[in-house]
């Protein structure tokens, strides 16, 4: 048995433990958070009225934020946000794309801070 390899292998697998730990409680915890501010903003210029019920938000609105979430997290430049609020703007029923809007949106989206999700940072 060799000692110096199976002590490295049991450090391993403690740090691995403690990533998945962290990554369990404190991104999972900041993610979901983010993820309801990005949603409170778009419902808040899109549709207010669900803004206090978000049990009535469908999958209209929760894939946009999924979609801007994602966009958010790799670094979407302030032209491609406007550029997909106003896609969005389009596909949402009971709602004319308004350039004010996109801008406030954009705005609001681009200072919402995304957490690192540090288990990318170690596994990639």
Do not use: N
């Amino acid at each position: 048995m060799d000692v110096p390899k199976v002590l490295i292998g049991e450090a391993g697998a403690l740090i691995g433990q403690k990533l998945e730990y962290e990554r369990g409680t404190q991104w999972w915890t900041a993610r979901s958070q983010t993820l309801g501010r990005i949603l409170c903003i778009l419902l808040a210029e899109w549709k207010p009225e669900l803004v206090d019920d978000l049990t009535r938000v469908g999958s209209l609105y929760t894939d946009q934020m999924w979609a801007f979430y994602g966009g958010l997290e790799d670094g979407i430049s302030p032209g491609d946000l406007k550029h997909r609020l106003l896609v969005a703007e389009h596909m949402l029923p009971d709602l004319t794309p308004d350039p004010q809007r996109i801008d406030r949106l954009a705005g609001q989206l681009l200072q919402v801070e995304i957490p690192e999700d540090r288990w990318k940072r170690h596994s990639g």
